[in-house]
């Protein structure tokens, strides 16, 4: 069985905190930047 990746958020980082900014003002930069950390974090766990 293999085990089922988790992202997990800091919700401190300077990034967490400028999407959920974007979500307030930019929801259509939001849902971008959100895509942007998200296949960086996947790039990260196949390398490993």
């Known amino acids: 069985m293999k085990a089922q990746r988790v992202l997990e958020l800091n919700m401190g980082h300077q ?15 939001a849902r971008k ?9 996947l790039l990260v766990a196949t390398a490993a």
């Open 33 to 41: 930047y959100a895509e942007v950390l998200y296949c960086q974090a």
């Open 15 to 29: 990034a967490v905190k400028t999407m959920e900014s974007l979500i307030q003002t930019d929801i259509d930069k």
